[in-house]
Structure formats: C-alpha cells, structure tokens
C-alpha cells in the first residue's frame, strides 16, 4: 500500500486589505465568547419563555382552534399577550414611561417613577453577596452549595445583634453587618476546615450544614428573648432602627445594601486578582498538586477560602435583615443562598460578572411582580425564565449549535499552537 | 500555521520515522491523515486514489490506524472490550447484546498472528504502560489496517519496553505494514527507521537516511548545531550540603518506597540518581521537599533539619525543585506565564506580600526571565497551558534558578523536552553547580545521569544499590539498575 498524504497551506498572506476595526468587532461579537454566548441564552430563554406564556393562556390558545380559517386571530392574540407580558416585565424593572411623565408634568412624584428600578436593586443587593461567595470558592475549585446554610446563620446573627444592643446609629449598623459577617464565615469555615484535615467534601457537608442553618433559624425565632413578644407566630423581635440599612423610605425600599454589594464585588475583584491570598485561590483552584509543589499550604487556603465565601454569603443574609425584612422569620432568608449559585453560574464566577448577573435575577424578580398583577401571568414564569437562562449557559454547545456561531479560536481570539 | 506545504509518501513495508521537536507540526500532520484534523490544502493518496477523511472512521476504512501519544482506552473496560469498541460485533439486531466471545476470539487472533502478547481478560487499568501501547497496537491492527502511525510511542515507555517495541515494529513491517514513527529521540530514529523526514516549524526542512549521524539528524530538526554531550570541567566539591541519613517513606499506597537512603550531596557537585523509574526516586524527592511524610531519618541542609519544615519553608531555605510530571506539579496550565514564574515567590518582595501582589514587578521580571531563559511565548500574560513541553520546562526551571540555591533538585528535568531545550536546561544545571551549589539530579534516561553527574547513584527497590563514578561501564550500571551488584560497590558509599 502506498500512502502519501500532502497537505498544503498558503504562506501568511500579506494583509492586502485590512480588515476594519468594525469587522473584527463583528466577527469577535458572533463568535463563541462568553459574553456572546451568555446574550443568546437569554435571548433563547425569553423565546421560550414567551412560548409558555402562550401556551398557558386558554383565551389565546381558544384562537388557535380555528387556526387555519384566521391565522391572524391567533397570531395577534399571542403577539399581544406575550408583548403585554414583557412590556410588564420590563416596566416593573426598570420603570413606567408614563410613571416618568406624570413626574414630570406634576401629576405623579419622582419616588413612583424610580420605584422599579428601586425595587430590582433591592432584590439584586442580597444576591450580589451570596454569588460572590460561590463565585470567589468556585474560583479556589470549591462547589459552595453552602450559600444558602451561611446566608441564614448570617440573618440570624445579624438579626440577633441588631435588636439586642442597643447600640448608637452607625456603630450599631457595623456591628450588625460585622456580625452577619462572622456567622456566615463560621458558617463557610466549618466546611473548610473538615475538608483540609479529613478530605470531607464540601459539597456533602455544606448542604448538611444547609438543614442545619434552616432548622435552628426555626427554633430560634420561637424562643423567649428572640420571638416578638407581642406575637404568638414565629417571628423575631424587630431590629433596632440604628441598625438598619438606610434607605428612601416609602415606595423606594432600596437601601445602603446595594451600595455595599457593589463595593463587596470590587473588593473580591481586587483579593481575587491583585492580592497574595487571591493567587493562593487561583493556583489551588486551577492545580492544587502544582500550588502544593510551589509551597502554597492547600489545607489552609481551603479553610481560608470558605470562611472568606461565608462571610460574603452571611453579609448577603445580613443585607436581607438589616434592609428589607426587619425581623427573622423562619424563611427570612428566601432562597438568595440556592439563587446566588444561579446567578455565579450566570456571571462565569467572575465578580463584576456576577454582580450583573444579581441585578437581572433582581430585575426579573421585581418586574415578575408587576407582570403577575397587571398581565396575570403567574410569578413561577420568572423563575422558568431564571432557570431556562441557566439551562442554556450549562449547555454552550446548544447555544453554539442554535445560532451557528464560530469557534471562538476560528475568530482569532486566541491562538493555540498545536502540540507536536 | 501548524503545517505548511508539507508533501510526505509512505512505501509498503517500511518504517518512516517523522522527527521534529515538540511543536514542530508532527502530529498535526497526522491528525490531518487520521481524519481528525481536515487540511485546509493538499490531498492524501491512498493506493493511487485520492482520498477525503471526514473523521478517523474513514481514515480506518482506507486502511490507516493510529496509536496517540495519550492512549485512548477505557480504564474500567477488559482489553478485549477496549479493542471492540467502536467496532462493537452484536447478536440478534442492532440492539442486541454484544458478542464478548467474539471480541475475545478476534483479540486472541490477532495477538497470535503478530506476536503481540495480549490478555484479552485483564483490565486496562491493572495493565503497565508498555501492555497499554500493546493493546493500542492490537486495537489498531484488528481494524485491518495497512498503515500504522505511532505518536511519540516512545515517551512513555521504559528502555526495556522501548527494545520490545522496535522489535514490534520490525516485525510488523516484514507482515508486510507500513508505520509512521513519530518522534524526536535519535537513537530510536537510528534504531529502526528506513527513511527519516525531519520536520521544523510545519515544514519539511530535508530527508534523511538511518545512517545519518545523531548531530546531523539534531542540527536538522533544531536548524543549528546542537552538542549531545553535557559540556562541562571537573566538579571541585565543597561543603556537605544535604546529608540524608537512614530515610525511610512510603508511597501513596502505604508501600514502603524509600527503604533506608543514606546520601550525601555536596556543594559545587551533580549527584545523580539512576534507575529503572518506580524505584523510589520520586518518594526520596518528595520526601526531601517535604512532599511526603518521613517515616524515619534525617535530612539536614547544611546541618539544618529539613523534617520539620514545609515546603514553603524548604523553597526559602534555598532549595530548587523540578518536579518530575511537569504539567501535574510544575505549572498551572490556566496560569500565564508571569503568575508561574512566580508560583513559589508572589508573596515575598519585590512580588509582592502577605497581602497584596505587585503585578508591574511580576510582569517586568516575567520579561526579563523570558529573554533570560529563551522562553518562547507571544507575551508573558499567555497561559502557560498553550507553550511547547519544552517551554513549560523552562518555565519551571526559570523559576527555580531565579533565586540563590543551596541545592537544587531536578527531577527528570528533560523529560517530553526537545533537542534544543534538553542542551539549553543542561547548561543551566551545568552553570547552577559552578556557582557552587549542590545539585541532586533523578532521570530515568541512563545518559542523562551519565552526562550530568559527577557521582552517581544507583536505587534499587527504595535502597542506594551503590554510588559509582560516571565512567561506569554501561554494562554494569546496567546491571545495578536491575538489582545485581556482583558482591562489589556495597561498601563505596
């Protein structure tokens, strides 16, 4: 058998026509970057999404019965309901034209017009915390499910500390936040710490943490000393007002918190990139045979790391308490902790991406809210939506295959020499 | 550009060797005649006729297997499963079950027909390397295939299953087979080889016969005169440096590795360390840098204790370590190459410290150890990941040779390292031992030891057989490495 194989390449090219700027810039955005990728999944998810809202609306579909005799009767039904929906959506997040004209001609106040927009970053703030904190411990090759059991001890030790003391303003806000702060960290160390000595994997032991955080916030808030005494239901005594997070008051719930998540996303950015504890992360996170080999002690970087991850998870917990819920209660923390894994996957785990991320999932959350009451579309679609984006950023390939983007490589974004 | 205007032809019955060093396009040329890769230009001929491969399935159609460097078998699978899959024989309709005895009878056959003992039974994952390639090879030959391309088969293989397997491929093309051998070691090229085609930078750079000289195959690939010898003058020893005395560790399993080591290397000296690999050289290192925990004895550095510190510690006593699996231990592949040249440093000045990282310090001496070290890399910000063996081994070695030492330790330094990179990271051993440091050297590759050392030392199932100068005949050294002293040597350490 002969065999000749001949496989022939023109030599560079001499660039005889530049490309443009713009055609690079085009040819980079429909590639297969990230950014691109993470657009089009949310695109998809509200395509889908508008599906559903079709489909679960019987006026609509009764259109669709007679199909073939009016196409259009249908057609502009759904058109109308799904764009209704979304305009709702849209509105609730981040505000109603005509709430901003009624400002301006007098008939309305600027508190109305701002609400939306107030009302997403107030449910973004305590979700910009817990993603940092899966965020930054992914980022060191940890899976911490734990957000959610740090989040909660983090409402409860900043609950507790903020009707306890009876501390002067500001001191007793720190003290509060501070408090938050070391619960979720003790929270995140405990993990940490098991995983360094015993191997114990994180994932296992912080969701067990996870009933834990949720079964004693339960029995907390219905002990003497802690339960409202003029309530027979489990709620807490109120915290102080020194110790709350300020705010506009009013329609406007937004407070300090949002402040703060954006400069806890600086500051992570910063430890994650520009600190000696941040290399430690990244190397154990990317090789932690190497980082052992170079001296880094894994074991301690482990610990570290969760206990830094609980503190941001417990600060999120404490940002619910201390700026919207006011008190405990056995759910006070919702579901920011299981959310804040959503939104780091969402933002790649890198920290100004997943403070993005917070404020879609907040946006979503605060616009499903009007769509529920003035479209009567049923709040779950949000969370449909939420997980449909999620679904698709898991499934690059999917995204890839749907609107045929380039590999990225073909693009000219990085280049690989082949191994030989 | 991996390849570019390359042109090759492979006759009936003979090994073409395809030398080039790591990076030069070797295996993107075979990827492409293995249909995983599609040229962008050019055609394969196969038998006179033009052929276009979609993926490996057509390449096997048209009669061309492939052995990769990083095998491809399923660790939990028999070998007789490994072998059939993707070519899965299956009773009563397509979804039927698989006939096991068939495959088995297939591997039996084929093993038989080549000489290639195989135990269709055994699970790949008990099996050594060498058996591995050799269930690789019978995978491929049960395709019937007329071509074999080995990538790099060589890289993996002890010296002994080195010799079975050129005797594998001599056989095979006296059946009547073709083999493209993939390479860059020499010898092997010489050993075997009916024509060789030396590859540089994706193109043919000339074609040579088996009796060309070593030098002249070497100045081919690296397109300058290379030296194959270890270029240095009479070591002047100094001072006891690390001294270890009585060690005892075991291996990852629990298994005694390190069985009583009493060694001693001085300043200003290479020790080497030879031996067949398994043989507790890696333990000993590990244990020396504080990798591994001791079981019993001493190590002392300049009368220093080494066993209560850690490896932080160790590095900033002033030891330098190569591991022996670079990509496992030496770099982290997402890492650019700056953060690893300062994997061990990026909390002490000028880096940085224990708080924050001086990311203009760490970039500007990135810059200056590249130009140092020869590194080749676009820029010191690209991930170390996408560099050439070669250049990821001088990463770590950059590394390691950036601050003073008092010892410094190379494990296989030249492992998966290209001609030109072997001659270059020598020197540096070369030039890090005249500035008077001790230096302990661990290579499975005989002449590697040979050519470093000033002493060296024999291990043989965790214990110094013997410490000998590097005149040794071969033959002895030989004979130590499988155990046997002769009743002499015992007592010269």
């Given at each position: 058998m002969t065999a000749a194989a001949t496989t022939e390449k023109k030599p560079d090219e001499q660039p005889a026509d530049r490309e443009t700027f713009f055609g690079v810039f085009l040819r980079n955005l429909w590639s297969a970057n990230s950014v691109t990728v993470t657009a089009l999944s949310i695109v998809l998810a509200v395509i889908i999404g508008g599906l559903l809202i079709i489909v679960s609306d019987a006026d609509v579909l009764a259109k669709f019965a007679y199909f073939t005799a009016r196409p259009s009767d249908a057609l502009t039904a759904s058109g109308d309901l799904v764009g209704s929906a979304y305009s709702d959506l849209l509105k609730g997040a981040f505000g109603d034209p005509e709430a901003f004209s009624a400002w301006f001609n007098g008939t309305g106040t600027w508190q109305e017009a701002f609400a939306p927009i107030s009302e997403t970053l107030t449910y973004a703030a305590p979700l910009v915390f817990t993603g940092l904190s899966v965020a930054l411990a992914f980022r060191g090759g940890l899976f911490n499910i734990g957000a959610q059991g740090q989040a909660v001890i983090g409402c409860i030790t900043a609950g507790v500390a903020g009707f306890a003391f009876g501390l002067p303003p500001v001191i007793a806000l720190l003290v509060a936040l501070l408090f938050g702060a070391l619960g979720g960290a003790l929270w995140g160390f405990f993990p940490g710490y098991l995983k360094a000595r015993t191997g114990a994997h994180e994932v296992i032991t912080t969701i067990m943490l996870n009933y834990t955080a949720t079964l004693l916030l339960s029995w907390l808030v219905l002990q003497s000393g802690v339960q409202d005494p003029n309530r027979t239901d489990a709620i807490s005594k109120t915290v102080h007002e020194a110790a709350k997070l300020p705010s506009f008051g009013g329609v406007l719930r937004v407070h300090l918190g949002i402040v703060f998540a954006v400069a806890a996303t600086a500051g992570v950015a910063w430890l994650l990139n520009r600190s000696a504890f941040g290399f430690e992360v990244r190397a154990v996170g990317a090789n932690p045979h190497a980082a052992k080999t170079a001296g880094i002690g894994v074991a301690r970087t482990y610990a570290m790391l969760m206990a830094v991850a609980g503190a941001l998870a417990g600060l999120g917990g404490a940002t619910q308490v201390l700026g919207t819920a006011y008190a405990l209660t056995p759910s006070v923390a919702g579901n920011i902790g299981f959310d804040g894994l959503?939104?780091?996957?969402?933002?790649?785990?890198?920290?100004?991406?997943?403070?993005?991320?917070?404020?879609?999932?907040?946006?979503?959350?605060?616009?499903?809210?009007?769509?529920?009451?003035?479209?009567?579309?049923?709040?779950?679609?949000?969370t449909v939506l939420q997980a449909l984006i999620v679904i698709f950023i898991a499934a690059p390939a999917l995204v890839k295959a749907i609107f045929r983007l380039r590999a990225a490589r073909a693009a000219g974004l990085s280049v690989t020499p082949a191994k030989g | 550009m991996a390849n570019d205007h390359i042109d090759i032809t492979v006759e009936p019955g003979e090994v073409h060797a395809l030398l080039g060093e790591n990076g030069a396009g070797k295996s993107t040329l075979m990827n492409q005649l293995y249909g995983l890769l599609q040229p962008d230009e050019g055609q394969i001929v196969v038998d006179d006729e033009p052929k276009v491969f979609r993926s490996p399935r057509d390449a096997i159609a048209a009669g061309i297997g492939m052995v990769h460097q990083h095998f491809m078998l399923v660790p939990v699978f028999t070998v007789a499963e490994n072998i059939a899959l993707g070519a899965e024989e299956v009773r009563g309709g397509p979804l039927g079950w698989l006939d096991r005895r068939r495959a088995r009878r297939d591997v039996l056959e084929t093993s038989k027909k080549f000489g290639l003992p195989v135990d269709p039974d055994a699970l790949v994952e008990d099996l050594p390397v060498g058996a591995q390639q050799?269930?690789?090879?019978?995978?491929?030959?049960?395709?019937?295939?007329?071509?074999?391309?080995?990538?790099?088969?060589?890289?993996?293989?002890?010296?002994?299953?080195?010799?079975?397997?050129?005797?594998?491929?001599?056989?095979?093309?006296e059946m009547g087979k073709s083999i493209v051998f993939i390479t860059h070691k020499l010898k092997e090229v010489k050993a075997i080889a009916d024509r060789i085609t030396v590859v540089r930078r994706g193109a043919i750079v000339g074609t040579a016969s088996p009796d060309t000289s070593e030098e002249e195959l070497a100045a081919l690939m690296?397109?300058?005169?290379?030296?194959?010898?270890?270029?240095?003058?009479?070591?002047?020893?100094?001072?006891?440096?690390?001294?270890?005395?009585?060690?005892?560790?075991?291996?990852?399993?629990?298994?005694?590795?390190?069985?009583?080591?009493?060694?001693?290397?001085?300043?200003?000296?290479?020790?080497?360390?030879?031996?067949?690999?398994?043989?507790?050289?890696?333990?000993?290192v590990e244990a020396v840098m504080g990798l591994r925990e001791v079981r019993a004895g001493t190590i002392e550095l300049d009368g220093e204790s080494l066993g209560a510190m850690n490896t932080k510690q160790i590095l900033r006593a002033g030891v330098g370590y190569i591991p022996e699996d670079r990509s496992h231990d030496g770099v982290v592949k997402e890492f650019s190459v700056a953060e690893n040249l300062v994997l061990d440093m990026y909390d002490r000045e000028p880096f940085g410290n224990a708080f924050r990282l001086n990311t203009a310090k760490v970039a500007s001496s990135a810059k200056e150890r590249i130009a140092q070290f020869d590194i080749r890399c676009q820029t010191p910000e690209t991930p170390v990941g996408t560099l050439s063996g070669g250049?990821?081994?001088?990463?770590?070695?950059?590394?390691?040779?950036?601050?003073?030492?008092?010892?410094?330790?190379?494990?296989?330094?030249?492992?998966?390292?290209?001609?030109g990179s072997i001659e270059f990271i020598h020197g540096q051993i070369i030039h890090e031992r005249d500035q008077g440091t001790a230096v302990l050297v661990v290579s499975s590759e005989l002449d590697e030891v040979v050519g470093l050392a000033d002493r060296v030392a024999v291990m043989y199932r965790g214990r110094v057989l013997a410490i000998v100068s590097p005149d040794t005949p071969r033959e002895e050294l030989g004979l130590l490495m499988a155990g046997i002293t002769g009743g002499r040597n015992e007592e010269k350490k």
């Open positions: 959503l939104v780091a996957l969402l933002g790649r785990n890198k920290p100004w991406g997943t403070l993005f991320a917070a404020l879609l999932f907040g946006a979503l959350r605060a616009g499903g809210n009007r769509m529920q009451s003035y479209t009567g579309i049923s709040l779950e679609l949000v | 050799r269930v690789e090879i019978v995978k491929a030959l049960t395709r019937d295939v007329d071509l074999l391309i080995l990538d790099e088969p060589t890289a993996v293989l002890t010296p002994q299953e080195t010799e079975e397997l050129l005797a594998v491929m001599r056989s095979l093309t690296v397109g300058r005169a290379v030296s194959l010898e270890v270029d240095k003058a009479p070591a002047e020893p100094g001072r006891d440096v690390l001294k270890i005395s009585g060690l005892v560790a075991d291996d990852d399993r629990g298994v005694r590795a390190v069985d009583g080591v009493d060694l001693v290397v001085r300043a200003g000296e290479v020790l080497g360390i030879a031996g067949v690999q398994g043989n507790g050289q890696t333990e000993l250049n990821q081994q001088k990463v770590v070695v950059a590394r390691e040779m950036s601050r003073p030492l008092r010892l410094f330790i190379a494990s296989q330094p030249t492992r998966g390292v290209d001609v």
